[in-house]
Each structure stands twice: as C-alpha cells, then as structure tokens.
C-alpha cells in the first residue's frame, strides 16, 4: 500500500513531550547534549559512517506530524545497518529480522537539549535465547555507544547525569 502525505488543512495540535518513562531505561540508552539537532544528525552520520555501517534512512517526525496536523518539536529518526550484520543475524536466526535495521532517535527537548535514544541491541538481541545473537547484540550496543560517544564527543551526557 502507498499512501500519499498530503499537506495538513485543519488547525495544527502542538504536542508536548511528556517525560521519558523510568521503566525505558531496562532497554533502551540514552544520551543528551546541548548541540543544535541538526548538528546531531551531521555528527552520528559521520560516526556511523565512520563505524563502517550503512546509513539506510532519515525519518522526519516533526514533518510527518504537521502534515497530520500536530506540532511537535525537532525530531529525527536515523536507521542504519549493514549487510556484514544481516547476514550474521539471518544465519544466526531469521526470527530476529525485525530487530534490524538499529535506529537512533533524536529528539529538541522543551529545556533547549537534544537528547539521543536507541533501543539497547545486547537486551534485543539477547531475548532469543541464540549464543550466536547474543554475541551480535553485544558487538552493536559497543557499537552504538562508540557512535554516539563520537558523534556527541564530550558534549554528551547519560540519561539521569
């Protein structure tokens, strides 16, 4: 099915961001800093490319919304992955396919930071019970943590600090 993104023509709704939920932080890692969200995006771009994965796409949230009518703050969502690691996860167990690609969601928060958040692949991974996908999940958490320790460099911050 392809549906068609038609420009909204009712008023616009502005959302407000409630808090994250405690209980997110089991399975999810985040990050925040205080640079502008498109300089994030540059940032993990390059760091993912630097990893030596594949940026597969850039979703526009904030885009997405209004044309629904709904106003959110600046968001993005960046999906990346590499053939290497779905050749490895399909050997491993076929079953895991949705767990891929990994993606980084990049949200302007009402306080003026931007904070990163990814689903934690050690912890999705891991669920299936595979040796072989457990270690996987373990190599793409170091992954991501290095992309997001180098994209946001120092600037960083973990959830809760």
């Not at 630097?50 to 949230?61: F, N, Q, R, S």
């Not at 904070?115 to 996908?133: E, M, Q």
């Not at 793409?140 to 120092?154: R, W």
Request: with cysteine; charged share 15%.
């Amino acid at each position: 099915m392809n549906a068609t993104l038609e420009p909204v023509t009712q008023p616009v709704t502005e959302v407000v961001y409630a808090p994250f939920g405690p209980t997110a932080e089991a399975f999810q890692r985040s990050r925040t800093c205080t640079l502008p969200i498109t300089d994030v995006v540059a940032r993990l771009y390059t760091a993912i490319n630097t990893a030596g994965l594949w940026v597969l796409h850039e979703i526009d949230p904030e885009m997405l919304l209004r044309r629904g009518g709904y106003a959110i703050g600046a968001a993005r969502q960046i999906l990346f992955f590499h053939p290497r690691l779905m050749a490895r996860l399909l050997a491993a167990d076929p079953s895991a396919l949705l767990e891929a690609p990994l993606k980084f969601a990049i949200l302007a928060l009402p306080d003026g930071r931007v904070a990163v958040r990814w689903t934690d692949p050690a912890a999705a991974f891991g669920r299936y019970g595979s040796p072989a996908l457990a270690v996987l999940g373990q190599e793409l958490a170091a992954v991501c943590d290095d992309v997001v320790s180098i994209g946001l460099g120092n600037r960083g911050r973990s959830a809760g600090s």
